[in-house]
């Protein structure tokens, strides 16, 4: 089965510790999709997002530094999980955030390409500078839900992902 896996650095104008929470708390997780988020905070703990179409299990949690999960969509091949890593430091002006996916369906990669971006990076550096999400982003995201509960998967993704 061949796989593909994606990389993103992202950089936040938050402590690394506000990182970590954001993506780790069920209510402040909901935030960024205005959906319920179920998130265990113990390794070995179960986690949903997105209304369920994100699921998953915490292999690894150090607080403030690093998160790895077992992870799948909707619609993915029956009982597979790619490997999520969340690798947080703090720099210069706040916290830098490496995001590493292996094991990503290749139907599915411009999907998540594009979606971390405008539904996990943009709506976490809005809340993290100014406490809120933008009409904007906000408009985004659901447009996202919508691809989602359709199931258009596929995105149009530049030469350069």
Same mark, same amino acid.
């Given at each position: 089965?061949?796989?593909?896996? /994606?990389?993103?650095?992202? @950089?936040?104008?938050?402590?690394?510790? @506000?990182?970590?929470? /954001?993506?780790?708390?069920?209510?402040?997780? &909901?935030? +960024?999709?205005?959906?319920?988020?179920?998130?265990?905070?113990?390794?070995?703990?179960?986690?949903?997002? $997105?209304? *369920?179409? +994100?699921? &998953?299990?915490?292999?690894?949690?150090?607080? &403030?530094?690093?998160?790895?999960?077992? $992870?799948? @969509?909707?619609?993915? $091949?029956?009982?597979?999980?790619?490997?999520?890593?969340?690798?947080?430091? %703090?720099?210069?002006?706040?916290?830098? +955030?490496?995001?590493?996916?292996? *094991?990503? %369906?290749?139907?599915?990669?411009? *999907?998540?390409?594009?979606?971390?971006?405008?539904?996990? $990076?943009?709506?976490?550096?809005?809340?993290?500078?100014? &406490?809120?999400?933008?009409? /904007?982003?906000?408009?985004?995201?659901? @447009?996202?839900?919508?691809?989602?509960?359709?199931?258009?998967?596929?995105?149009?993704?530049?030469?350069?992902?």
């Amino acid at each position: 089965m061949r796989t593909r896996t /994606l990389t993103q650095t992202i @950089a936040f104008k938050a402590s690394p510790r @506000a990182v970590y929470e /954001l993506l780790m708390d069920s209510r402040r997780h &909901g935030a +960024l999709s205005g959906t319920r988020a179920r998130i265990s905070g113990r390794a070995g703990g179960a986690f949903s997002a $997105w209304g *369920g179409h +994100l699921t &998953g299990y915490n292999l690894v949690l150090q607080p &403030g530094r690093k998160i790895v999960q077992a $992870w799948r @969509a909707t619609g993915w $091949w029956p009982n597979h999980y790619s490997i999520v890593i969340f690798d947080i430091r %703090p720099a210069r002006r706040g916290t830098r +955030l490496k995001f590493t996916q292996i *094991g990503i %369906p290749p139907n599915r990669y411009s *999907g998540h390409y594009r979606g971390w971006i405008e539904t996990y $990076w943009t709506p976490m550096r809005e809340i993290l500078e100014t &406490g809120k999400v933008s009409a /904007l982003t906000r408009a985004r995201v659901r @447009a996202d839900r919508a691809r989602i509960r359709s199931g258009h998967f596929r995105r149009k993704l530049s030469r350069d992902s």
